[in-house]
């Protein structure tokens, strides 16, 4: 009979003496982050925010509050920053089990990635599929490593004003998964105390005020500015773009940009960007009175009936002869030839696909 346990042989755990008793000190690697931060207990326990979302479904005494909230606040003792997983879909001779979402959001080093700016918005976009979708499927440590590296996406914005957009999407579906949850289809589908998920809700909430009250501060400089360049060149700069709104937001900064924003060979690319392998594309073109085909309008029609092209800096890869989930250093791929993982084929790289957010999501769909 296998032994479950932890072996009894181990020296132990280390302990170290808080406000709130005894805690256990677990180091993997490297020195964990404390992110124990005091707490309101009179603004936590207000009646009024118990009623926004569940009403009189449980009466909670601030002992309890104060702890479930601790606990949720405290980082995950064992963290995984591994480079590759291996995505296996059941059970052989050889193993057991199989790999879950949960598991490779542990597994998977998504705390890095979203320093890297290549990958922030595909983890973002990731995090984003996950608060829509499977939120439920995830275990009670996923779901505490999920909320640990979204505060570290909040905070990244808060600090670099890295696509504050994006993040406020994610943190509106999210919220709105919340709230049904807790109040339209009830607590046994939410892993952990409902108190937790109040928590949850409080500092969800916080992001958002924080990141509607963002203001990025005008940069002085004396050097060369983007209004110093060239009309052709700034022109050229706004055909890079595939953001529409992107595109809109800059239009804002000054007048000359608003007319380069509104030239419609712009939005026409937008339209054959995103939408042109779509079968009905061309068959109900948006005119105006002259009979011209108004390539904007025409572009936010189509992006109700289909989804836009995603594009992204970096993304994780998967190997289809190993079945392994990695990240791919580009650095180490063009110095040393590095495919990213163990590979056993021949030719690695004819191996490789990379994975969008919601093909990640479609790998552990059993």
């Known amino acids: 009979m296998p032994f479950l346990g932890k072996d009894w042989r181990s020296p132990g755990l280390s302990w170290t003496k808080t406000e709130q008793g005894w805690k256990s000190t677990v180091f993997y690697g490297h020195e964990l982050e404390d992110n124990n ?13 118990e009623n926004l979302f569940v009403g009189d479904l449980c009466e909670l005494t601030t002992t309890k509050r104060k702890k479930d909230f601790y606990n949720n606040n405290t980082k995950s003792q064992f963290i995984f920053s591994d480079k590759w997983i291996y995505v296996h879909r059941g059970s052989t001779k050889e193993r057991h089990g199989y790999c879950t979402l949960g598991e490779a959001l542990n597994r998977l080093d998504f705390s890095s990635a979203i320093q890297d700016l290549r990958r922030f918005n595909y ?3 990731l995090f984003q599929l996950i608060a829509r979708y499977q939120l439920r499927s995830l275990s009670g440590a996923a779901q505490k490593n999920y909320f640990n590296i979204l505060e570290k996406i909040v905070r990244k914005v808060l600090e670099d004003h890295y696509n504050p957009r994006l993040v406020k999407e994610l943190l509106q579906d999210l919220s709105m998964t919340l709230h049904n949850l807790t109040v339209h289809v009830g607590r046994s589908v939410l892993v952990g105390n409902i108190n937790i998920w109040l928590c949850r809700l ?39 773009f595939s953001d529409a709104y992107d595109i809109i937001n800059l239009g804002k900064a000054t007048p000359t940009l608003h007319i380069l924003s509104e030239d419609p060979m712009l939005w026409k690319r937008l339209c054959h960007f995103h939408f042109s392998d779509k079968q009905q594309f ?48 580009r650095h180490l791929a063009l110095l040393f030839k ?29």
């Open 37 to 49: 931060r005091e707490i309101d207990l009179t603004e936590l326990c207000s009646d009024n925010k």
């Open 123 to 125: 983890v973002a976009k």
């Open 202 to 240: 409080e500092n969800i909430f916080k992001w958002q005020q924080q990141l509607n009250s963002l203001q990025i501060p005008k940069q002085m400089s004396n050097g060369m500015s983007f209004n110093d360049l060239p009309i052709y060149m700034q022109n050229h700069i706004l055909y890079k």
């Open 282 to 329: 061309c068959r109900n073109l948006v005119l105006t009175t002259s009979d011209n085909v108004d390539w904007k309008l025409m572009y936010f029609t189509l992006q109700k009936h289909y989804p836009m092209k995603e594009q992204y800096g970096d993304t994780l890869h998967f190997c289809k002869h190993c079945s392994i989930l990695f990240w791919k250093d």
């Open 338 to 366: 590095d495919c990213g993982h163990p590979c056993t084929a021949n030719d690695p790289d004819s191996c490789l696909m990379p994975i969008s957010p919601q093909h990640f999501i479609d790998l552990f769909k059993f």
